[in-house]
Antibody
């Protein structure tokens, strides 16, 4: 079965960096685009970034453009997001999610999420 | 960005009764390829979202048939024919036709 396991969250000071990872299993990782989506405490869902199946195309929300970098290692079945210049408003649970591939942004499976807290 | 507006934001329902959630988009979700990229997710308390419906009306595998999706263009609806206790949670619509994908605010379904 599809499994997505995020890691790397924690407490970080404003302006610092953090890298999140998402280990995928149960499907052919290199065939699927992947997303990062976040959810601030008690709030709704916000798309952060998406990467194509081969890593050649990347898209970012305006709120993170220039600060976050999405990447993947298909040999390790792992998705990453490098988060630099973190701000208070980046505090959220970060989910990785698979794009089902049947069209555009058809997210189907989600990980359990990892909490990032930006605080001094 | 495409704004997704859900209503109501809170929906108390009686067990066994129907429930309906509306989702409206600020732009048409009909893609140039002819498909309409609208998804419904369920997020139970303390869990990750789970996809229920994709491309407006296609139910995912394992989703009970009491859930159905309908709509077109900018106006969409999720219906639960008979609410069960396990349906408690927050329901989100999401559009994938335009970058970035955007979500509705969520509708909290609770039992009266």
């Amino acid at each position: 079965q599809v499994q997505l396991v995020e890691s790397g969250g924690g407490v970080v000071q404003p302006g610092r960096s953090l890298r999140l990872s998402c280990a995928a299993s149960g499907f052919i990782f290199s065939n699927y685009a992947m997303h990062w989506v976040r959810q601030a405490p008690g709030k709704g869902l916000e798309s952060v970034a998406v990467i194509s199946y081969d890593g050649s195309q990347k898209y970012y929300a305006d709120s993170v453009k220039g600060r976050f970098t999405i990447s993947r290692d298909n040999s390790k079945n792992t998705l990453y997001v490098q988060m630099n210049s973190l701000r208070d408003e980046d505090t959220a649970v970060y989910f990785c999610a698979r794009d089902g591939g049947d069209g555009y942004n058809m997210i189907d499976y989600w990980g359990q999420g990892t909490l990032v807290t930006v605080s001094s | 960005d495409v704004v997704m507006t859900q209503s109501p934001l809170s929906l108390p329902v009686t067990l066994g009764q129907p429930a309906s959630i509306s989702c409206r988009s600020s732009q048409s979700l009909v893609h140039s390829d002819g498909n309409t990229y609208l998804i419904w997710f369920q997020q139970r308390p303390g869990q990750s979202p789970r996809r229920l419906i994709y491309k407006v009306s296609n139910r995912d595998s394992g989703v009970p048939d009491r859930f159905s999706g309908s709509g077109s263009g900018t106006d969409f609806t999720l219906k639960i024919s008979r609410v069960e206790a396990e349906d408690v949670g927050v329901y989100y619509c999401m559009q994938g036709a335009h970058w970035p994908p955007t979500f509705g605010q969520g509708t909290k379904v609770e039992i009266k």
